[in-house]
């Protein structure tokens, strides 16, 4: 610059300079841009990093986009000591994180972004939208204002020699120095939505612990007879309760080609999964009127039938489906028993303890969600990764599994929080 003195290019130099170290200093790479990754990237950038997020889909929160098809469940308005007994083993380790972020906060999060929210009659927590696609842009564009730079159709492979990121893109390969990283990957269900699981072996081969990933939230495969799996297929059973061991959940099912899944299946699917894995099959029981005392079902089972088919006596009297009488006809072919021959005491017996064999656990793939993962010995207070330093995890990677009800969400979005703020504090006083 004419008539600038050396002092003061001097001065412009090493001021430019110094902007471009911290921005260098402080640059961070999540990995993963489904809600964990988004949440860290938001609250990183805040936090005055300067982010990029990769993923190996050519656009992002794909699997977030699937949750809200059917109605965007967020959270759950039950009390903070309820919800968080919904991660079971998993509560020392994920409470201080959602304590942080808890379910009135992601609300007013949504409020922010132009979403508001509201309470179902199950206590779920939808935005008013009932759709994730609002939010989502959103968000993106509140990201995008904030700095957050986007890598699409980046699928990362690991490291190199150096710690640098490796990733391969349709350009080919390309590394990436980043001070810190944020995983953020999932789990293995919904493989074409992003999460296949892919980078199990890339961690354990660095001694990382991981937890064998299992399908969590998952269906169940029964050995149905034609008849019945050919009339029933896609039929709900609705109003029922269901009973393992000493755990018994009300909601609804749906008969399935193989088997049978659905919210109530989904709320047992932990203990079912381990019993159907350890000795190949679990004894399932459905009760078709639990709201009804039993010895008002067995006085109404004891009124005459007349000329009536049995099949039409037990609709009118019992107030069953016909795919409740489906479900009967079929355990009672099972067990070798005649329903007509059944005393009213035994008939209601049945009626509200219905025995399905479970065979089988539905694939990963078809699976909600993930169990297994990370496991958190391998993780510090703050989400770092205690084999790799300045490498945090989050999300669906970590070894945890809830029910759906909003408990899912809720945790990627605070765990993906209480990851960015764990990189924002290493900055500050690494190891």
């Known amino acids: 610059m004419a008539g600038t003195s050396p002092v003061t290019l001097w001065l412009l130099n090493w001021t430019l300079h110094s902007h471009m170290a911290s921005a260098l200093k402080n640059n961070v790479a999540i990995i993963g841009a489904g809600p964990a990754g988004l949440m860290a990237a938001e609250t990183l950038a805040q936090g005055g990093a300067r982010v990029t997020v990769y993923d190996a889909m050519p656009s992002v929160g794909r699997k977030f986009l699937m949750a809200g098809r059917g109605g965007l469940n967020l959270t759950h308005s039950e009390p903070l000591p309820a919800f968080l007994t919904r991660y079971r083993e998993a509560i020392p380790q994920l409470t201080t994180a959602i304590e942080a972020f808890p379910p009135d906060r992601l609300r007013a999060w949504c409020e922010a972004l132009g979403q508001p929210t509201f309470v179902g009659s199950s206590g779920r927590i939808f935005p008013k939208a009932l759709k994730a696609s609002p939010l989502l842009r959103a968000w993106l564009r509140r990201l995008d204002a904030s700095g957050v730079q986007f890598s699409p159709r980046h699928r990362w492979t690991g490291w190199d020699e150096n710690g640098r990121l490796l990733f391969q893109t349709p350009d080919g390969n390309s590394m990436v120095d980043a001070r810190a990283t944020v995983l953020a990957l999932g789990g293995a269900s919904w493989p074409r939505l992003g999460s296949d699981g892919g980078w199990v072996e890339t961690l354990a081969a660095k001694g990382v612990k991981i937890s064998p990933l299992k399908p969590a939230n998952c269906g169940f495969a029964v050995a149905w007879s034609d008849i019945f799996r050919d009339r029933f297929e896609g039929q709900p059973l609705k109003g029922i309760a269901l009973s393992f061991g000493f755990h018994r959940v009300r909601g609804e099912a749906m ?49 005459p039938r007349g000329k009536q088919t049995f099949s039409n006596w037990l609709r009118k009297t019992a107030q069953l489906s016909p795919v409740g009488i489906g479900l009967l006809q079929e355990a009672a072919m099972v067990s070798g028993v005649v329903l007509s021959s059944l005393s009213p005491e035994n008939l209601t017996e049945l009626i509200n303890a219905v025995p399905v064999q479970l065979t089988g656990v539905a694939p990963i793939a078809r699976a909600i969600s993930t169990a297994g993962g990370i496991a958190f010995e391998e993780i510090d207070a703050d989400f770092m990764i205690r084999r790799l330093p300045g490498v945090f995890a989050a999300g669906e990677m970590l070894d945890w599994e809830a029910p759906t009800g909003g408990y899912l969400l809720q945790a990627c979005f605070a765990t993906g929080a209480a990851a960015g703020r764990g990189v924002l504090k290493w900055f500050t006083s690494p190891p």
């Not at 009127?289 to 008002?296: A, I, N, Q």
């Open 255 to 303: 008969i399935t080609r193989d088997g049978i899944e659905g919210g109530a299946i989904y709320a047992l699917s932990a203990e079912l999964r381990e019993a159907v894995l350890a000795s190949g099959g679990a004894t399932l029981h459905i009760a078709l009127r639990p709201d009804v005392e039993t010895r008002d079902l067995v006085a109404r089972l004891s009124s």
